[in-house]
């Protein structure tokens, strides 16, 4: 009996040396393959090791990066973890690969040995120019358009995080042609050329670099522009939004015109002194967009607590809009901004 109890006891000794020894090389490996330096674009890739840090010291994602910044930063440790040996779950053959060493991937298709037939797209998949026109007829109301006056402008919109993009990219850009930031000149197009209504879009990639200063730099943005311009009609911090499973696109994207479209919604903060008026400019938004475009605007999302409120306590009409995911293609996208620059011409010019 002494003999069993001896065993055992040491066998969990052995097994409290091995968990011991496996955190502590997580913690020496771990910082060294995410490059944890706060001064780098990669920043925002360092959060799966915080993530990792918060399995096993919670007080760590209250004290090493602000709330908001944890909010759209989420990781699957497993799936970090496996990447790490280039294992890929949604790909079986990173898999095969590794368990059956005959097996080189990268020797299973050669280009010498297949020609590709030329490609030939049939007329009736092609979004004619007449289509088209027909599609924005539907979309725009001549009269809710006025006199442009570039002068007065009424409508501020800006990228906290500006380098958010879409299908085929990565998940962040800085090309401005791929990201959340050419989904906004469509946005300030659209407003300019069918509503006449006068558009302050800025573009500076206030994410670049330090993403965890991301908010702190937009805000310098947006009290720049108040203070030349005093308060605007609509203030819009526009994004994208982020999932885990970027093949989960169904929540995000509708079919209106007989095109697909990146559905949107408005985030607020409700730790803020403007949020009852924010509320109200939100939902007015929301109502004239199931209105006139049903399915095409998602329920707001709520925050009890966020640092820098979003921006939101520095007016009463300032929003935060997601438009689609990291799920959608980027298409989806630029076919979206039409249509909320409809909804917000009826919100500016329908009063």
């Known amino acids: 009996m002494k003999r069993k109890y001896s065993l055992n006891k040491r066998y969990k000794n052995i097994k409290g040396v091995y968990i011991l020894l496996f955190i502590s090389t997580l913690f020496i490996v771990l910082p060294v393959v995410v490059k944890a330096n706060p001064n780098k ?9 915080i993530q990792v840090l918060n399995r096993s010291m919670p007080l760590a994602k209250a004290t090493v990066f602000d709330e908001e910044n944890l909010l759209e930063n989420s990781f699957n440790v497993k799936k ?16 095969l690969e590794k368990e059956i060493s ?9 280009q010498k040995d297949y020609e590709p037939e030329p490609f030939k797209l049939d007329e009736k998949y092609v979004l004619k120019e007449e289509v088209k026109k027909e599609i924005n007829k539907k979309i725009h109301n001549p009269n809710l358009k006025k006199k442009l006056d570039k002068s007065k402008p009424e409508i501020f919109i800006y990228h906290t995080h500006a380098t958010e993009s879409y ?3 990565n998940n962040f850009s800085l090309d401005m042609n ?18 006449g209504i006068s558009v302050i879009h800025d573009k500076t990639l206030h994410d670049a670099n330090a993403y965890t200063r991301s908010y702190e730099r937009s805000g310098v943005t947006v009290d720049k522009y108040l203070k030349k311009y005093g308060d605007f009609k609509l203030i819009i911090d526009l994004h994208r939004d982020g999932v885990k499973n970027t093949k989960l696109i169904e929540p995000f994207i509708t079919n209106i015109n007989g095109e697909k479209v990146a559905k949107i919604m408005f985030v607020l903060a409700k730790d803020n002194p403007h949020y009852s008026e924010n509320l109200k400019v939100a939902n007015s938004l929301l109502d004239i967009a199931s209105k006139i475009f049903p399915g095409f605007c998602k329920p707001h999302r709520c925050y009890d607590h966020v640092t820098r409120h979003f921006h939101q306590n520095k007016s009463n009409n300032s929003v935060l809009i997601e438009v689609g995911a990291n799920s959608n293609n980027l298409q989806d996208a630029k076919n979206s901004a039409k249509y909320l620059a409809r909804i917000i011409g009826e919100y500016i010019n329908g009063k």
Not at 80 to 95: Q, W
């Open 41 to 49: 674009y990669t920043e925002k890739n360092n959060m799966f090791y």
């Open 80 to 95: 970090e973890l496996l990447g790490l040996f280039s294992i890929k779950l949604e790909d079986p053959l990173t898999v």
């Open 178 to 195: 791929k990201n959340i930031c050419i989904v906004g000149d469509i946005l300030t197009k659209e407003l300019e050329d069918n509503y």
């Open 102 to 110: 005959l097996i080189n991937t990268s020797e299973i298709y050669k």
């Open 167 to 169: 299908k085929p990219e």
